[in-house]
Structures are given as structure tokens and as C-alpha cells.
């Protein structure tokens, strides 16, 4: 079991989640993963990092997996200009590769913000530290489990 996802697995026990990490083979996109776990596309919760230009930090933004983030809605959120978070940032901010960012068990506190449509499920599915690695989890409880703030940052 890779560091990352034993991260993961420890966030979890943390707090009480008794959650089946699934393997998943590279699911690339989150069409893939969907199938893999037979949910809906918006049962996906993407974990997509930006950089802050005047913090240099990593913020995350958690999206339905058929949505994808405006970058003016996501800055006028973030209150700094945004920019693309290159796999350097993303590794030492959070402990993750590209494509296996876990929306919990990060190695540094991430400001974060989130998709209400995920809200609207019983269950959503996320990278569970990396690209083949998921684990089922009550969106709320995600929610509360990050800090997320919800509001609408979507295209």
C-alpha cells in the first residue's frame, strides 16, 4: 500500500469512516471511474488544485465529476488571482500525485471549496491518493471532513 494511500486510509479510520477502497485500474477521467464503480458521472468528486499567485499555495476545489471550474468564479472565491498548479505544488502542498488527489489526509491544511451538486448525493466517490485508488463517502461528511465552503464555481 503506496504512503498516500495509506494517508488516506488513516484519514478515514480518523474519523470513524469504515470506507471500501476500491481499485480501479487508471481511470483517466471521471467518466472512467464511473463506470468502474457504476455511479453517475456527477458521483465523481474531483479534487482540482489551483494555485494561489499571491498566497504560492494550493487551493482545492471539489467539482462534480461532469462539472468543471470557472476560473473566474474560482478566483473571485479564492480572493487572490488563481493559476495552474504544476505537480511540484501539488506534491508538497498535499502529498498527492496528479490525478490521485484525495480530498482528505493531506500533508498541509488546504483551503477548499465545493460543488453543491455533489451535496445532493447519498454517496460520492473520490481519488483515494492515487490514479487507481477510490473510496465511497457520504458527501456532508467529505464536506465537514475538509472545510469545504460550498458555493457555485462551475462553467
Do not use: Y
Not at 498535499?94 to 490525478?99: N, S
Not at 483515494?128 to 461528511?141: E, K, Q
Amino acid at each position: 500500500m503506496s504512503k498516500s494511500l495509506k494517508r488516506v486510509k488513516a484519514a478515514l479510520d480518523a474519523a470513524g469512516i469504515d470506507a471500501e477502497i476500491r481499485e480501479v485500474g487508471q481511470a483517466r477521467t471521471a467518466a472512467e471511474a464511473a463506470a468502474a464503480v457504476s455511479c453517475e458521472i456527477d458521483q465523481i468528486a474531483k479534487s482540482i488544485i489551483f494555485r494561489g499567485e499571491d498566497s504560492g499555495t494550493a487551493i482545492l476545489f471539489l467539482t462534480a465529476g461532469g462539472n468543471k471550474v470557472c476560473a473566474e468564479k474560482a478566483t473571485a472565491l479564492a480572493a487572490e488571482p488563481l493559476g495552474k498548479a504544476d505537480a511540484a505544488l501539488i506534491r508538497s502542498q498535499t502529498g498527492f500525485a496528479i490525478g490521485g488527489v484525495a480530498p482528505i489526509g493531506h500533508l498541509n491544511p488546504i483551503r477548499a471549496f465545493i460543488d453543491p451538486r455533489l451535496l445532493e448525493f447519498g454517496t460520492v466517490w473520490a481519488a483515494a491518493g492515487t490514479p487507481r485508488h477510490v473510496f465511497p463517502i457520504d458527501p456532508r461528511v467529505m464536506n465537514e471532513l475538509t472545510g469545504a465552503q460550498p458555493f457555485d464555481f462551475i462553467k
